[in-house]
């Protein structure tokens, strides 16, 4: 189109998944497409169509985005001040209950939308594994939990986190509450499995 600034590849990517993110957060999933986003970001279709082929490809590039950043998140924080269990799971709730609130009820819609493409079912369940194995792997350098339980108590922190950031983000709880709360969560989970 005329007038539009020539991006690189990445930086074009990172421009179309911001739009595509703030059009879900105005009008939803259900008006997203391909198409819909080439006009909002002022590109043609066929650059939406190389960067993500399908409207299904699209939805997974604006979860793994949202992925990335909360993980980019927890690791940094961790990496600058995890010392002790109670830290590192302060951490852990922060760094998911902001990425929540920053996206507001955008990210759970988006993993809805994901849930009814068949060819993404195997994604979804293939990322609460990586985040249960990344909570597992935040928590072991502060706690030796028994491998036996680790699955099981990581899977139940998540839920407990999901749940808790929901409340944040429709305004039910203050972010304060919910980071609080999950953090005491998993420190008592987490203590109580290392204690056995």
Do not use: W
């Not at 429709?170 to 919910?178: D, K, L, P």
């Amino acid at each position: 189109m005329a007038g539009t600034r020539r991006l690189a590849k990445g930086e074009r990517r990172q421009q179309l998944l911001a739009t595509a993110f703030d059009m879900v957060r105005r009008d939803g999933t259900d008006t997203l497409t391909l198409a819909t986003l080439a006009e909002q970001a002022g590109v043609t279709k066929p650059i939406t169509y190389e960067h993500f082929g399908t409207r299904a490809g699209l939805l997974l590039a604006l979860y793994r985005d949202y992925e990335e950043r909360q993980n980019a998140a927890m690791h940094a924080a961790i990496a600058a001040s995890g010392r002790t269990l109670t830290e590192v799971a302060e951490i852990v709730a922060t760094a998911y209950v902001d990425c929540a609130l920053t996206s507001g009820p955008a990210s759970e819609e988006i993993a809805a939308t994901l849930c009814a493409y068949e060819e993404t079912k195997d994604f979804l369940q293939a990322s609460r594994r990586a985040c249960i194995a990344g909570y597992a792997g935040a928590f072991s350098a502060v706690a030796a939990v028994p491998p036996e339980r680790s699955e099981a108590l990581f899977s139940g922190i998540l839920g407990a986190t999901e749940a808790l950031a929901r409340s944040a983000t429709s305004g039910q709880i203050t972010r304060e509450t919910a980071i609080t709360t999950i953090a005491q969560i998993a420190v008592g989970a987490v203590k109580e499995a290392t204690s056995r």
